[in-house]
């Protein structure tokens, strides 16, 4: 259940770590599954990391980033700051107390803990007609 006056759906753009480790991949289920849940939508790291225009201009004009990373080496973190936009909340799943290590298998527990993670710090009322459009060529 989400908090009340929590960020949900298009209000809010969830920009994960998918890193080559258990806790960069925790970081992008949890943004898949959050943004299947109606809270938040994923949104493309590597068209900002490639400092695309229009990728930049959306995450830039979002009422609300997201940023999970995996780890403190910060990846995600450091491709926000480098394209000059504003992370509205920062998680670092480490911090979690989660372990990181080269084990794939992830659990639903830990993906169940960085969600729960996310809705926690990310309880800030935005109108959903602040929403920018998705600047890639997807649905959304």
Same mark, same amino acid.
């Given at each position: 259940?989400?908090?009340? &006056?929590?960020l949900?759906?298009? %209000?809010?753009?969830?920009?994960?770590?998918? +890193? &080559?480790? %258990? @806790?960069?991949?925790?970081? %992008?289920?949890?943004?898949? /599954? =959050?943004?299947? /849940? $109606?809270? $938040?939508? !994923?949104?493309?790291?590597?068209?900002? $990391? +490639?400092?695309?225009?229009?990728? #930049?201009?959306?995450a830039?004009?979002?009422?609300?980033? #997201?940023?999970?990373? &995996?780890?403190?080496? $910060?990846?995600?973190?450091?491709? !926000?700051?480098?394209?000059? @936009?504003?992370?509205?909340?920062?998680? #670092?799943?480490?911090? =979690? +107390?989660? /372990?990181?290590n080269? %084990?794939?298998?992830?659990?639903?527990?830990?993906?169940?803990?960085?969600? /729960?993670a #996310?809705?926690q710090?990310?309880?800030?009322?935005?109108p959903?007609?602040? !929403?920018?459009?998705?600047?890639?060529?997807?649905?959304?």
């Open positions: 259940m989400l908090p009340q &006056g929590s949900t759906g298009e %209000n809010t753009l969830i920009l994960a770590c998918s +890193g &080559g480790s %258990n @806790v960069g991949q925790l970081s %992008n289920q949890a943004a898949v /599954e =959050l943004t299947k /849940e $109606g809270f $938040g939508k !994923m949104f493309c790291l590597a068209g900002i $990391g +490639g400092r695309l225009a229009k990728f #930049v201009k959306a830039s004009d979002a009422p609300q980033v #997201v940023v999970i990373d &995996g780890c403190s080496v $910060g990846c995600a973190k450091a491709i !926000m700051d480098q394209a000059q @936009v504003s992370v509205g909340s920062y998680l #670092v799943l480490t911090d =979690l +107390g989660i /372990e990181k080269k %084990n794939l298998d992830l659990t639903q527990d830990q993906i169940t803990q960085v969600k /729960e #996310v809705r710090k990310n309880a800030r009322p935005v959903p007609s602040a !929403m920018p459009q998705c600047a890639c060529r997807c649905s959304g």
